[in-house]
């Protein structure tokens, strides 16, 4: 468990806490603060140590370590709710930038941006097309995680995937141009796979469906199927219980291929929706008709029960963004679900959402605030522990943990706050400004909820202006 980092880079005080000393296994941590407060450099900086680091280059060569040296995760998951993250820009699991050989241990991103900074749907696509694929193998053990987080969108398990030939290799290619790129993309994975000098035993796996296409024979195969079919007769079938292809003489293994060497690509996902009884035949639902809501929901937890090892540690940057505030409420206790099947994980988050803030129970997680504090040189962002939200209301977390005194809209208790300043120096006024004074607080609290508490205290400050109304002479 990764307890604290150490730094001289960004403005961030040389031993940042993270988890208590007695944190347990599957730890949650999420860090709060204002806009600029470091968060999500913060993520990167743990992210870059834990995969072997010792500097970070974006800020000339500051150090980076993490305490203890010896808890290095086995794997690092980025999940990210904004493409503005600054998270590596490789380790997507669109497959074709998976393997990045800088780090020493794997790296996965999940989220809306790609390699090149663009975001969308696309992306989303290929994200959870990649994670699925890649994982096939682990779909059917983990089949209650991913139907309970498809069942959340009302899907099924289950994606069609249209494949089409990338645009750069789209016909007419001669067959000895796609048997030469073939060939090269092949050597460029093997030499990723092997630049650590370590295999994971999922590499190792894919080492294997490599080899049995790497002979002459086997390449030319994978360019006959390629080039004797129709583009859009592709289609990948992926569910929890077997992934086919259609239209094409190609295995699941040959797609996988070839969407790594990037001869293939993501043309479409299409999903089945959960029918209400056993006699409706499933609805379909087209990915493009998803909402950035629901893609960021399924991406990012389905490729979370795909992506997940013992050990993993899991690094999130802004979750709530696109989610609905019920959906926010239940992003803890999903991502604990989740977690549950597994040993070791460390989670980092975060965020400005008080709904995720307060779902962190104190037995599973703690809340961290990232503060500014001004000592005589300059500022430093330390990281300071945060009284137990769980279970709070939106309101107390806006109040005692991100400090929001109040979470009003500041035009409608204007009104107010200028009566109680009358009120305060005890000045008369004309009966005029009275009573417009009078009939705005009103109207203000006929505006709210029946039994905010706010209602009746607009009418008591209406009646302390009445009482100071100045009296017209006889």
Known sequence: MIEKLQTNAGGLEPSLRITPPNASANWTTVFIGENGGRKSLVLRLIADSALGRTSYSSNRGGRISIVPVSEGPSRVIAVSGTPLDRFPRSGTTDLKTRKRSAYKQQFVY????????MSGVAQSERSLVGSLIANRRLLHEREKLLTD????????????VRLKRAENWSLPHSRAKLLRELKNGIMKILEGLHADGSLSSD???????????????GMSRLVRALTSVDESAIRLSISTTRTSVYGASLTVSDCELLLRIGMLEVGSTTFRKSPKNSKQVPETAGG????????????????????????SLILIDEPENSLHPDWQLEFVP????????FQGCQVVVATHSPLIASGVSPEKGNVRVLRKTTNRRDAVVRSQEVVSTFGWSATDVYEQAF???NTRAKN??????????????????????ADALCQKLTEKASQLPPFDALRDVLVQISRDISRLRIKAPK
């Open 110 to 117: 999940l989220g809306q941006r790609a390699a090149n900074g």
């Open 403 to 405: 400090g929001v005194r």
């Open 334 to 341: 999903s991502l604990d679900a989740i977690l549950s099947h």
């Open 149 to 160: 987080v498809f069942g959340r969108l009302g899907l099924l398990p289950r994606v069609l």
């Open 412 to 433: 409608f208790t204007k009104v107010a706050d200028q009566a109680l300043e009358v009120i305060r120096n005890g000045q008369k006024i004309s009966t005029d400004k």
């Open 203 to 217: 590499d190792k796996i894919l080492e294997r469906g490599i080899e049995t296409v790497s002979s002459s024979s």
């Open 288 to 311: 493009a008709w998803l909402s950035s809501g629901q893609w960021s929901w399924l991406g990012n937890f389905a490729g979370l029960c795909c992506e997940l090892r013992d050990g």
